[in-house]
């Protein structure tokens, strides 16, 4: 075996695992909340962007000045400021140009940066960029000592711990950032509007946010899009700094003739990439989800433009878009987590007031170190331009000193009692400085630059001074980026209402089209379409024939009496077409194989129903009671062993009339029927082994009439003689009743049901 090596005991350090893990978890969770993820709000930035800014400022990437290689800036930064990939760099760098992403670009970009569509940037070798007036506005007077420096992670640069920031970056350009156990997003804003916030918080401390929430309309997508949220909800997220905004799509009808028309998309939700938003419409299109829509292309060129096919033209195009904007992107939310770093670099969630005061304040700083600045160097100036006007008042002495004295400069500041920067300035003087005219500039110079002095030192003495160039200073920026200029214009509206109900029910979005429900004998039912069919041109199967032929819509629902007691509800829409014989109904409900249809009538939430059993018993029901959620009905009328539901009739009217089998009419007052939801109902017709026949509901100023053999009507006139009260045995029926104990049908919607009986 070859020679054993001790480790070096004197680098070893014992130290629990936990503890280890946990500080080194925690160093890693503190630098990605404030070196990756949170951006500060005084600036906006996060330390990326901030590098970038900073590095095309010293490539002197101004706005005025000519465009560089991306790939040069992405060098600089990689190189000396932030050691990361230069992909991640670069990506970053594009997002500041991408006027779909970000509302007020700070970055200039030249070539392909990428589309709404999400196709990526060209390569950072074939793409410029330069600085745009926003960035010019975060970056201006960082070098005149109104923002800290430190050294790079190598410690041969310096770079900006913060920028000045004259530009509201923060919430104008919005953020978004996941770090470790928090995370942040904050959608862009109208500059305009955060200007005129700001000066209220200027003008006024003690304002509350529903003060800055009239100036502040909410988001301001670079997208466009019209905001649904609620005043309400939106108040409650500023306030509080979390909440989420409904973003919807910007749309219109566009008329193309002939009475046809389809929509026109023109501005999506912000962050939405357009071909999957296609492609989402185009899923649910094939998944038979968006039954209203045919098709769906782009016609977007630089400009949005997507457009949506109607399924027919009596499709109501609200109902439309409210289908599409259910189940796509076409309607998103925006959250708000204004979680960002404050001055001293802790993170915390601010409300509105919160993030635009230290902007202010940062603002406030930024003016009193600029202040300061500009002070130091007047007054080194100053004590310059004194040195040189002694110079002037004995210019003779001062050249006799410099031409023959061994050490003119210690002799200079004995004799005329000078500093050392003014004696240095002094001996570097040229001769041809000497002149009379220049002094003569030296001494307005002189005088310019004292008055400069004191209105400096106002301004460093004096709060109500600072905040007044402040707010002069904000308000030029909200006069740049007004609502007349091209950039400044709001793009995202507002709506207080959805225009369409987004909660809709599918059955909502189904075409409105005339169809005849047709149920044969058999049990067999299908959807013709329109209400002209002649019934007599229908074929059926073999021993079959129509038994009930509704008029209808697509969008309505169709109830079904049947012999059980049930109510069962069909949706009109899911009935097969009208070729073939169609399907069995029993495939649309749970019906029993020993209960067969009495009735199938449209429904009408408002009309009364009377229903009745074999055994006599009966009561009136409110239809809009008798919908069936399930395949499996609805039990309204309870039955006893062996009794089967006999009718369903509408209860129009004031009078009841009731024939047995035994011949016995009786009429008694309608109302003497209860009116139930469900259950056994009360006895129509009483003596001893009655049973009801029919039943039927007229008004008294109309009469009561029947039908012979040949189909002709028959008004009793004399009814009254056989009124009574409810569950009597009545009287014999008058000469002529009918064999078939019926009474005229009342309603024609009833009247296949009538028939049946018959």
């Not at 410029?128 to 010019?136: F, G, M, N, Q, V």
């Not at 410690?155 to 919005?174: D, I, M, Q």
């Not at 707010?471 to 225009?499: H, M, N």
């Amino acid at each position: 075996m070859g020679e054993q090596f001790e480790p070096d005991s004197g680098h070893i350090i014992e130290e629990n695992f936990d503890e280890a893990l946990s500080k080194r978890y925690l160093a890693y969770a503190l630098a990605t909340i404030t070196q990756r993820a949170l951006p500060d709000a005084r600036d906006g930035l996060k330390p990326v962007h901030r590098r970038l800014l900073h590095a095309m400022r010293e490539l002197k990437l101004n706005p005025e000045s000519a465009y560089k290689k991306s790939a040069r800036v992405v060098g600089d930064v990689i190189g000396k400021y932030h050691p990361h990939g230069d992909q991640s760099v670069y990506d970053a760098l594009v997002r500041l140009s991408q006027d779909f992403a970000a509302r007020y670009p700070l970055v200039e970009g030249q070539g392909n940066f990428g589309n709404i569509d999400g196709d990526n940037a060209a390569a950072m070798r074939y793409t410029e960029a330069r600085l745009t007036h926003a960035a010019d506005l975060i970056l201006k007077d960082y070098d005149l000592g109104t923002v800290d420096f430190e050294e790079t992670y190598d410690g041969s640069e310096r770079e900006p711990v913060v920028l000045p920031g004259a530009f509201p970056n923060l919430l104008a350009n919005g953020s978004n950032g996941i770090a470790v156990g928090m995370a942040t997003s904050i959608p862009p804003h109208n500059a305009a509007e955060l200007c005129q916030a700001a000066r209220k918080i200027i003008a006024r401390p003690d304002a509350e946010v529903r003060d800055l929430l009239k100036f502040v309309k909410g988001p301001d997508f670079p997208t466009g899009g019209i905001c649904v949220e609620s005043q309400e909800s939106m108040q409650e997220a500023y306030e509080t700094g979390r909440g989420g905004f409904r973003v919807r799509a910007r749309w219109e009808l566009e008329d193309i003739g002939r009475g046809m028309w389809r929509i026109v998309i023109t501005e999506i939700p912000f962050q939405v990439q357009k071909s999957k938003l296609v492609e989402r419409i185009a899923l649910m299109m094939d998944a038979k989800r968006l039954p209203l829509l045919d098709d769906v292309h782009d016609e977007s060129t630089e400009d949005v433009r997507l457009v949506l096919e109607p399924k027919s033209k009596l499709v109501d195009p609200e109902m439309l878009m409210a289908s599409v904007f259910k189940l796509t992107d076409l309607e998103t939310r925006v959250s708000l987590n204004l979680n960002v770093l404050d001055p001293t670099g802790t993170p915390r969630v601010m409300n509105l007031k919160d993030a635009l005061k230290i902007w202010v304040d940062h603002r406030r700083e930024v003016v009193v170190r600029r202040t300061k600045t500009r002070l130091a160097k007047v007054e080194d100036r100053l004590e310059v331009l004194a040195g040189y006007l002694i110079v002037y008042a004995d210019l003779d002495e001062v050249i006799r000193i410099i031409r023959f004295e061994d050490k003119p400069k210690q002799t200079l500041m004995e004799t005329f009692n000078l500093t050392e920067r003014q004696t240095e300035a002094i001996l570097n003087m040229r001769l041809r400085s000497l002149r009379k005219l220049e002094e003569l500039e030296i001494r307005q110079e002189d005088e310019k630059l004292r008055a400069e002095r004191q209105s400096l030192t106002d301004l460093i003495g004096s709060d109500e001074l600072q905040w007044k160039l402040v707010d002069s200073e904000i308000a030029e920026v909200q006069k740049f980026y007004g609502p007349k200029s091209k950039i400044g214009a709001r793009r995202t509206t507002f709506s207080d209402a959805p225009l369409v109900v987004a909660d809709a029910s599918p059955e909502a979005f189904i075409v409105r089209e005339p169809i005849t429900a047709v149920l044969s004998e058999m049990g067999w039912v299908r959807a013709l379409k329109g209400h002209g069919t002649d019934e007599s041109t229908l074929k059926f199967k073999e021993g079959d024939t129509s038994a009930f032929s509704v008029k209808c819509e697509t969008t309505d629902k169709l109830i079904m009496f049947a012999s059980d007691g049930k109510f069962y509800t069909l949706d009109a829409h899911k009935l097969p077409g009208g070729r073939g014989h169609g399907e069995p109904v029993r495939l649309h409900v749970d019906l029993p194989d020993d209960a067969v249809p009495l009735v199938l009538v449209k429904h009408d939430p408002e009309r009364k129903l009377l229903v009745a059993s074999g055994a006599g018993t009966g009561f009136c029901v409110m239809e809009k009671d008798v919908m069936a959620a399930k395949k499996g009905g609805k039990q309204i009328l309870n039955l006893i062993d062996g009794d089967e539901a006999m009718l369903c009739i509408p209860a129009i009217g004031d009078r009841c009339a009731v024939i047995g089998k035994n011949k016995k009419l009786l009429v008694f007052a309608l109302d003497d029927i209860p009116v139930m939801t469900r259950g056994k109902g009360v006895k129509l017709l009483g003596g001893k082994g009655a049973q009801v026949a029919h039943v039927t509901v007229f008004a008294a100023e109309d009469g009561l009439s029947w039908l012979d053999g040949a189909g002709r009507r028959h008004q009793m006139e004399d009814w009254e003689m056989w009124s009574a009260k409810r569950a009597q045995a009545g009287k014999m029926a008058p000469r002529g009743f009918p064999r078939s104990l019926m009474f005229a049908p009342r309603g024609t919607e009833f009247l296949a049901s009538q028939a049946k009986t018959d």
